[in-house]
Protein backbone atom coordinates (compact mmCIF):
# COMPACT_ATOMS: atom_id res chain seq x y z
CA UNK A 1 0.00 0.00 0.00
CA UNK A 2 1.44 3.11 -1.29
CA UNK A 3 2.32 5.82 2.23
CA UNK A 4 -0.43 8.52 0.66
CA UNK A 5 -2.97 5.81 0.32
CA UNK A 6 -4.25 6.08 4.23
CA UNK A 7 -3.02 7.17 7.57
CA UNK A 8 -2.33 4.13 10.07
CA UNK A 9 -4.49 5.18 13.36
CA UNK A 10 -4.91 2.69 16.55
CA UNK A 11 -8.27 2.66 17.76
CA UNK A 12 -9.21 2.91 20.63
CA UNK A 13 -12.29 3.54 23.37
CA UNK A 14 -12.56 6.37 26.04
CA UNK A 15 -16.04 4.91 28.11
CA UNK A 16 -18.71 5.46 25.19
CA UNK A 17 -16.35 7.29 22.47
CA UNK A 18 -14.29 5.19 19.89
CA UNK A 19 -11.54 7.49 18.75
CA UNK A 20 -8.22 7.01 16.35
CA UNK A 21 -5.09 8.27 17.45
CA UNK A 22 -2.31 8.55 14.64
CA UNK A 23 0.56 6.11 15.15
CA UNK A 24 3.36 8.69 14.82
CA UNK A 25 3.82 9.58 18.71
CA UNK A 26 3.11 5.98 19.93
CA UNK A 27 5.13 3.61 21.27
CA UNK A 28 2.74 0.89 22.43
CA UNK A 29 -0.06 -0.57 24.60
CA UNK A 30 0.34 -2.33 28.11
CA UNK A 31 -2.05 -3.55 30.74
CA UNK A 32 -2.99 -0.64 33.56
CA UNK A 33 0.42 -0.40 35.92
CA UNK A 34 -0.23 1.11 39.64
CA UNK A 35 -0.12 4.41 39.51
CA UNK A 36 0.50 7.15 42.40
CA UNK A 37 -2.23 10.22 42.66
CA UNK A 38 -0.66 13.76 42.24
CA UNK A 39 -1.67 16.20 44.16
CA UNK A 40 -3.36 18.96 42.57
CA UNK A 41 -3.27 17.66 39.28
CA UNK A 42 -6.42 18.12 37.24
CA UNK A 43 -9.11 15.42 37.73
CA UNK A 44 -8.11 13.92 34.10
CA UNK A 45 -4.67 13.29 35.74
CA UNK A 46 -4.61 9.51 37.33
CA UNK A 47 -1.12 10.02 38.49
CA UNK A 48 2.26 8.96 38.11
CA UNK A 49 2.93 5.75 36.75
CA UNK A 50 6.43 3.83 36.55
CA UNK A 51 7.43 2.67 32.81
CA UNK A 52 10.93 0.93 32.49
CA UNK A 53 11.94 3.13 36.09
CA UNK A 54 10.84 6.31 34.84
CA UNK A 55 7.81 8.10 36.18
CA UNK A 56 5.12 8.66 33.34
CA UNK A 57 1.75 10.48 34.08
CA UNK A 58 -1.64 8.92 33.36
CA UNK A 59 -4.64 10.32 32.14
CA UNK A 60 -7.79 9.18 31.75
CA UNK A 61 -9.00 9.64 28.49
CA UNK A 62 -12.64 9.02 28.96
CA UNK A 63 -12.71 11.79 32.01
CA UNK A 64 -10.29 14.08 29.96
CA UNK A 65 -13.43 13.75 27.25
CA UNK A 66 -16.09 14.21 30.16
CA UNK A 67 -17.62 10.67 29.67
CA UNK A 68 -19.86 10.36 32.52
CA UNK A 69 -18.85 8.87 36.28
CA UNK A 70 -19.92 5.62 34.95
CA UNK A 71 -17.78 4.95 32.54
CA UNK A 72 -15.80 1.55 32.84
CA UNK A 73 -12.42 2.18 34.36
CA UNK A 74 -9.58 1.99 31.70
CA UNK A 75 -8.41 -1.44 30.82
CA UNK A 76 -5.28 -0.52 28.66
CA UNK A 77 -2.66 1.87 28.89
CA UNK A 78 -1.20 3.35 25.32
CA UNK A 79 2.26 4.64 26.10
CA UNK A 80 3.26 7.94 23.95
CA UNK A 81 6.21 10.15 23.41
CA UNK A 82 5.70 13.61 23.66
CA UNK A 83 9.06 15.85 23.28
CA UNK A 84 11.18 12.58 23.98
CA UNK A 85 8.94 12.05 27.33
CA UNK A 86 6.65 9.42 28.25
CA UNK A 87 3.26 9.75 29.18
CA UNK A 88 0.77 7.17 29.59
CA UNK A 89 -2.85 7.60 28.15
CA UNK A 90 -5.46 5.24 30.01
CA UNK A 91 -8.44 4.06 27.84
CA UNK A 92 -11.21 1.74 27.81
CA UNK A 93 -10.05 -0.93 25.10
CA UNK A 94 -7.55 -1.02 22.20
CA UNK A 95 -9.20 -2.32 19.11
CA UNK A 96 -6.67 -2.40 17.00
CA UNK A 97 -4.56 -0.48 14.32
CA UNK A 98 -6.23 0.65 11.09
CA UNK A 99 -5.44 2.43 7.94
CA UNK A 100 -7.64 5.02 6.79
CA UNK A 101 -7.84 6.90 3.36
CA UNK A 102 -6.61 10.26 3.87
CA UNK A 103 -9.55 11.98 1.68
CA UNK A 104 -11.94 10.54 4.72
CA UNK A 105 -9.96 12.11 7.78
CA UNK A 106 -12.42 15.42 6.76
CA UNK A 107 -15.11 13.44 8.10
CA UNK A 108 -13.82 12.70 11.60
CA UNK A 109 -14.48 15.70 13.87
CA UNK A 110 -11.00 16.34 16.44
CA UNK A 111 -11.34 15.09 19.78
CA UNK A 112 -9.55 17.90 21.42
CA UNK A 113 -12.72 19.71 20.66
CA UNK A 114 -14.18 17.36 23.28
CA UNK A 115 -12.45 18.89 25.97
CA UNK A 116 -14.54 20.78 28.52
CA UNK A 117 -12.95 23.96 28.32
CA UNK A 118 -11.69 23.94 31.98
CA UNK A 119 -9.39 20.89 31.05
CA UNK A 120 -8.09 22.67 27.60
CA UNK A 121 -6.88 25.51 29.63
CA UNK A 122 -4.96 23.04 32.46
CA UNK A 123 -3.24 21.33 29.42
CA UNK A 124 -2.06 24.24 27.60
CA UNK A 125 -0.72 25.73 30.91
CA UNK A 126 0.82 22.66 31.70
CA UNK A 127 1.82 21.02 28.48
CA UNK A 128 1.68 23.02 25.06
CA UNK A 129 3.40 19.87 23.97
CA UNK A 130 0.95 17.15 24.92
CA UNK A 131 -1.72 19.63 23.55
CA UNK A 132 -0.35 19.65 20.15
CA UNK A 133 -0.36 15.41 20.18
CA UNK A 134 -4.09 15.50 21.33
CA UNK A 135 -4.45 17.96 18.31
CA UNK A 136 -4.26 15.25 16.41
CA UNK A 137 -6.06 12.41 17.76
CA UNK A 138 -9.97 11.75 16.32
CA UNK A 139 -13.21 11.14 17.14
CA UNK A 140 -14.56 8.73 15.52
CA UNK A 141 -18.19 8.92 13.56
CA UNK A 142 -20.80 6.85 14.75
CA UNK A 143 -21.33 6.20 10.71
CA UNK A 144 -18.10 5.38 9.67
CA UNK A 145 -17.80 2.98 12.64
CA UNK A 146 -18.96 -0.22 11.45
CA UNK A 147 -16.80 0.33 8.13
CA UNK A 148 -13.66 0.13 10.49
CA UNK A 149 -15.33 -2.97 12.20
CA UNK A 150 -15.31 -4.65 9.23
CA UNK A 151 -11.60 -4.37 8.52
CA UNK A 152 -12.77 -1.73 5.69
CA UNK A 153 -11.22 1.64 4.93
CA UNK A 154 -13.59 4.30 5.25
CA UNK A 155 -14.08 5.87 1.83
Given at each position: ?????????????????????????????????????????????????????????????????????????????V???V?E??????????????S??????????????????????????R??Q??L???????????????????????
Amino acid sequence: MAASAGQRMLLVTAGERRCALPLVNLSETMRPLRSEPLPGAPEFVLGLALVRGAAAPVVDLAKLLGCGQDSPAPRRFVLLTVAERALLLAVTDVLGIQSVALSSLHEFPALIKSVRSEFVTALVVRDTQLWLVLESFLLVPEAIWPELEAGRRPR
